[in-house]
């Protein structure tokens, strides 16, 4: 079984400042991991995904996210906050079984304060 | 390239109706799958389709139906509408079945129950 935890569901930054979005997931398998974003009345957009490699995962806009299996996380970050940041972000697990399908946690909601 | 397109965008049904939404995929994807989402809940996984088969399917009554076409589209359809079932239902495509590809979503059918 799969599942995603994503930590806070309001995350307020200041324009400029840092940006941690928390994701934890739990997975029986390998994890293919994904964060999506989506702005007001539209559909999910892909940042970033890890499936194997390097663990350290850039993605759009600026954000990237570092998978560590130890801990079984993979937060977003990105290092200077935009406006045009302000939206819902999305963790997402999958597998490469094609019996695994893509779970998404409840979502953050990223507030950018000028 | 076109992306993902869903019909209606948005649409007003009463209890006890039934409604069916439209997803037209990416050119050359051959996995749907579909996605409610509400504000209490989240995205939840309804079910998808990989070559006109349903590949996975989510935890909901079998009010919630869906079929696939040979040229990809997809469309789900929703009987006996409840109160309940008010929410965007978004589509999103894939080259790959299962959750080991990215997703493309469409931009979603907000169905109002009324």
Redesign the interface.
Known sequence: A?SVTQLGSHVSVSEGALVLLRCNYSSSVPP?L?W?VQYP??????LL?Y?TGATLVKGINGFEAEFKKSETSFHLTKPSAHMSDAAEY?C????????????????TRLLVRP | KAGVTQTPRYLIKTRGQQVTLSCSPISGHRSVSWYQQTPGQGLQFLFEYFSETQRNKGNFPGRFSGRQFSNSRSEMNVSTLELGDSALYLCASSLSQGGAGELFFGEGSRLTVL
């Open positions: 799969q293919y994904f999506y009345n539209q559909g999910l957009q892909l995904k499936t999305f997402a697990v999958g597998g490469m079984d094609s019996s695994y399908k893509l779970i998404f946690g409840s979502g």
